[in-house]
């Protein structure tokens, strides 16, 4: 049985590892293919300029995005419901990066930030 999902590697490989289960797990909705032991066999990221006019056209909606880089989440505003969803995924969330790193992986809305409580930064 092959596993496909949206999740992160390390999400998905804790809820399979009782399972035991020797297949690749195909992750972010197609991007990253991983063997067993979350070694990456495929990754199809998406590049550095469409990834910075996705987060642009994103946050002049007004969403605070999520990016997800080598399997760890970064996002734009440490809010409380970007805590919450890190909390959820059991996932550090820092601050994205000025894109020092060359792609992203994936890159999510979280939610319209002026509904979002403020956070005191």
């Known amino acids: 049985?092959?596993?496909?999902?949206?999740?992160?590697?390390?999400?998905?490989?804790?809820?399979?590892?009782?399972?035991e289960l020797g297949e690749p797990v195909i992750c972010y909705q197609g991007a990253v293919v991983a063997d067993a032991q979350g070694q990456w066999l495929r990754?199809?990221?998406?590049?550095?300029e469409l990834a910075k006019e996705a987060l642009a056209a994103l946050k002049a909606e007004g969403y605070d995005p999520n990016v997800y880089i080598d399997d760890e989440l970064y996002v734009s505003h440490?809010?409380?419901?970007?805590?919450?969803?890190?909390?959820?995924i059991e996932s550090m969330a820092a601050r994205m990066p000025h894109w020092s790193?060359?792609?992203?992986?994936?890159?999510?809305?979280?939610?319209?930030?002026?509904?979002?409580?403020?956070d005191g930064d």
């Open 78 to 88: 440490l809010s409380k419901a970007a805590s919450d969803y890190a909390g959820a």
């Open 1 to 19: 049985m092959i596993v496909v999902t949206g999740r992160m590697v390390q999400s998905v490989r804790r809820f399979l590892a009782p399972a």
């Open 101 to 118: 790193a060359p792609v992203a992986t994936a890159a999510t809305p979280l939610g319209r930030s002026n509904a979002l409580p403020p």
């Open 43 to 48: 990754h199809e990221p998406i590049p550095r």
